[in-house]
């Protein structure tokens, strides 16, 4: 009888890493996306899972949730990743698509991919070296950027005296950052608010020519991300140079754009999901900034406006569109 007992504590030893792996092994974790619009984008943040190691269909359950431009759904869709029991949530884009998630759930992880809002001005994080709370991610500094664009605007086009501004209600903080470089320097500005995105553009940029805009400011949300084509089309028909936050605009016609790159950023959310999912708190694990940001000219767009881009701006492009 002790030997047949020693043999089945023996057993029983032996075979409990195996039970303990397969318990971990049958382990699915689910992952939230919460977005705006332009669901394809998170391709490349699916991607960079699978190199950590996370099948979707495997031991990765992806719930996404798409407004599909509707900021007013986004409240619902983040109720329903909560519901889903997801153990992190991406909230990518606007600063819409963060505060639905922070109204929907305090405790479960959330990772952003801020594009066109601070989150430490808006107090989502503490700090950006110890978030604190649930959320942390990636922040691309993008009211920083506004003086550089309105700069190479001014630099492009000498004689530039009027600025139109094109954006939609989301994009409060961007309009104001953007009328105050414009400002500085010494442009006028005119404010192109979309109220019905994509209806309206055509009468916005035909405001803009009635009014003797000389250029266009595009500031960054999920929609005008979206209408890249119609915009940058829209713009040159109506023979308005336009500068963008992203290149994606310039390979869709627009004039020029300076930024961080959009995709690469998205992939950035990765590792921050990987490491909460792994044990680590959001609180503990610092927001990043991007540090490298791209000029990128449509020369194709130049020449169709009947622009000659300045030689000391070609020179400083990291891309030049033929």
Not at 17 to 28: C, S
Not at 94 to 117: F, K, M, N
């Amino acid at each position: 009888m002790r030997r047949i007992g020693l043999a089945v504590v023996l057993a029983l030893s032996l075979a409990s890493p195996l039970l303990i792996g397969a318990q971990q092994a049958a382990k699915v974790w689910r992952v939230g996306i919460l977005v705006v619009a332009n669901p394809r984008l998170y391709d490349g943040f699916v991607d960079e899972l699978r190199k950590f190691g996370y099948v979707d269909g495997q031991n990765l359950a992806l719930e996404f949730r798409n407004a599909e431009g509707k900021y007013e759904r986004l409240p619902t869709l983040a109720a329903e990743l909560v519901h889903a029991r997801v153990d992190v949530i991406l909230a990518a884009g606007g600063e819409s698509s963060l505060r639905a998630a922070r109204q929907a759930t305090t405790t479960i992880p959330v990772v952003i991919v801020a594009i066109d809002y601070d989150p430490l001005a808006l107090r989502y994080v503490a700090s950006l070296a110890r978030p604190g709370g649930n959320v942390t991610g990636v922040f691309l500094q993008q009211i920083e950027l506004t003086t550089k664009r309105m700069e190479l605007l001014k630099a492009t086009l000498p004689n530039l005296t009027r600025v139109a501004i094109l954006g939609d209600a989301s994009a409060a903080d961007q309009f104001k950052a953007a009328k105050a470089a414009a400002r500085s320097l010494g442009f006028r500005v005119q404010f192109l608010e979309s109220r019905n995105p994509p209806d309206d553009f055509r009468g916005a940029f035909a405001t803009a020519v009635k009014d003797h805009a000389g250029a266009v400011f595009v500031v960054t949300t999920a929609v005008l991300f979206r209408e890249r084509a119609q915009i940058a089309q829209l713009a040159l028909n109506n023979r308005l140079p336009a500068i963008f936050a992203f290149r994606e605009f310039a390979d869709a016609g627009g004039l020029m754009s300076y930024g961080a790159n959009l995709g690469e950023l998205v992939r950035r959310a990765a590792p921050f999901v990987d490491k909460i999912l792994k044990g680590t708190k959001p609180a503990d694990l610092p927001v990043e900034q991007p540090t490298k940001f791209e000029l990128v000219i449509n020369l194709k767009t130049a020449k169709a406006l009947g622009l000659t881009i300045p030689q000391s701006i070609l020179v400083r492009a990291d891309e030049l569109i033929q």
